[in-house]
Structures are given as structure tokens and as C-alpha cells.
């Protein structure tokens, strides 16, 4: 969906600019999507995985509905997601309720935590749950854990979406950046 509107905007700006349809049809066809956006993954067993860089409350919300959206009826969400450290505090416990909210099963973990503590972050992100979402809330803040932790509960007919990190190949934690890929992890656990 994201990506539909995306392309729908160059279509428009380039039949404005001039160009034939027939030309920008052709360029659009082999368009591919950016890298850790709304990104697919799956495994031999149909374990669909789907990785965002979604880490902002409005960008968590759209994708987890459009995730909704194409799962299969008895399917369920499972996210899992952070919320960076030495950044805007305040989006924490609402990014939380929204993942908590709109998943079946949240796994809230570590995204680049910096200079704060990880654990302190997502006791943040659990700030505005509700009984009933809290119980869906599982904390791992070793983000490699919480990614195993993810295929381990996942059923036939569930998708899994890693948000946050998307493209990014680091994990930055008291100052220190690491190489980490989400979908290198899900590719090492699916092997």
C-alpha cells in the first residue's frame, strides 16, 4: 500500500512533467523497493516474515494495519519492535500501545538503545497498556533473542514483522555500533 502510493505519486508527477504513460509504466515495472521497507521473507516451512523501518508511532500503526490486512483470517501478528535510546522519549508508551494493540503477540526489545538503559526504555513502552494488551506484551531487550523468540512462537499462518530497524546494519549500545540486520538474523534462525 505504502509503496502503491508511492509509485502513484511518480506516475502523476511525470505525466506532469510530459512524459508518455507507456514510458513510465515501463521504468515502474522494474522499480524495486527500498531496502527494510515492508521488506519479505520466507522460510522453507511458510513462515512469512515481513521487515520495517517503522520507529515512529504513525509508521508502526500504518504498517501493522496493513500487515492486518494480508495475513490469512486465522493468521496472527507477531510483532517485534523498540524504541531508540537518547531520542524523543515520549513516543515510548505510545508506540507500545500501538504494537501491543494491533498484535496478537508483541515481543517489545532493544533498538540502538545508545547511552540508556534498554531495559528502562521498554518498561517505558509498557507505560499505557491496558491489562488486556499488556498480556500480550513479551520484553526481550536482546534484540537477536527476541528475533529467535519470534520464529519460535510463530505458527503456519502467522506473520512476523520486525520494525524499527529496517534497513539499518548496527545496533548501537553505550556508544558502541555493532554490525546487526534484522533480516540477516531471521535468515541465520531460519536456516
Known amino acids: 500500500k505504502f509503496n502503491a ?18 514510458k513510465i509504466n515501463k521504468i515502474l515495472e522494474n522499480i524495486k523497493p527500498p531496502k527494510g521497507r515492508f521488506e519479505h521473507l520466507k522460510s522453507k516451512n511458510g513462515v512469512t516474515i515481513i521487515i520495517d523501518y517503522a520507529h515512529t508511532p ?3 500503526e500504518k504498517v501493522l494495519l496493513a500487515v492486518k490486512e ?19 522519549a ?14 496478537d503477540i508483541a515481543i517489545f526489545t532493544s533498538d540502538n538503545p545508545r547511552s540508556e538503559d534498554p531495559d528502562k526504555i521498554i518498561e517505558e513502552m509498557k507505560d499505557n497498556l491496558s491489562h488486556e494488551e499488556a498480556r500480550k506484551v513479551i520484553t526481550i531487550s536482546d534484540r537477536r533473542l527476541a528475533i529467535e523468540e519470534s520464529v519460535e512462537l510463530v505458527k503456519e499462518g502467522d506473520i512476523i514483522l520486525c520494525a524499527g530497524k ?13 554490525h ?8 541465520k534462525v531460519l536456516q
Open 5 to 22: 502510493y508511492n509509485l502513484l505519486a511518480v506516475w502523476s508527477a511525470s505525466r506532469l512533467l510530459g512524459f508518455e504513460a507507456q
Open 166 to 178: 529496517g534497513h539499518e546494519d548496527y545496533q548501537e549500545i553505550k556508544g558502541t555500533k555493532t
Open 70 to 88: 494480508i495475513k490469512p483470517e486465522e493468521g496472527r501478528i507477531i510483532s517485534v519492535f523498540g524504541c531508540g535510546g537518547d531520542r524523543d
Open 180 to 187: 546487526f540486520n534484522d533480516m540477516e538474523e531471521y535468515k
Open 58 to 60: 504513525d509508521a508502526l
Open 90 to 103: 515520549t513516543k515510548r508508551s505510545k508506540m507500545g500501545k500501538i504494537g501491543a494493540s494491533l498484535s
